[in-house]
């Protein structure tokens, strides 16, 4: 069975940093793209970053600032979000890629979604 679980969010103030872990199971994940997503009530959800081989992405709103990376060993995405700001405010999900990072940009073709962590960015 196909698991995502996301984790490390919180309460940080302004031009702090967090990081995200998506802990995965249930399948290969160097088959995969592995995507981190954001939403925020009445907003559509937002493709923040996606991993696949050696393709990375970044939305512009966090390029420069979040990094992606992963460790096979430990089945574990991470990202590593620095310099947040207040428009940082989200629920952060990560999901899977059938076909790599195609659609990362809004979920599109991504599947078993974690629960989502709250990341709040305030002073």
């Known amino acids: 069975q196909v698991n995502l679980v996301e984790s490390g969010g919180g309460l940080v103030q302004p031009g702090g940093s967090l990081r995200l872990s998506c802990a995965t199971s249930?399948?290969?994940?160097?088959?995969?793209?592995i995507g981190w997503f954001r939403q925020v009530p009445g907003k559509e959800r937002e493709g923040v970053s996606c991993?696949?081989?050696?393709?990375?992405y970044y939305s512009d709103s966090v390029k420069g600032r979040f990094t992606i990376s992963r460790d096979n060993a430990k089945k574990t995405v991470y990202l590593q979000m620095n310099s947040l700001k207040p428009d940082d405010t989200a629920v952060y999900s990560c999901?899977?890629?059938?076909?790599?990072?195609?659609?990362?940009?809004?979920?599109?073709?991504?599947?078993?979604w974690g629960q989502g962590t709250q990341v709040t960015v305030s002073s």
């Open positions: 999901a899977a890629g059938l076909w790599g990072c195609r659609g990362w940009t809004d979920g599109t073709d991504f599947r078993s």
């Open positions: 991993s696949y081989e050696d393709e990375t």
């Open positions: 249930g399948f290969t994940l160097d088959d995969y793209g």
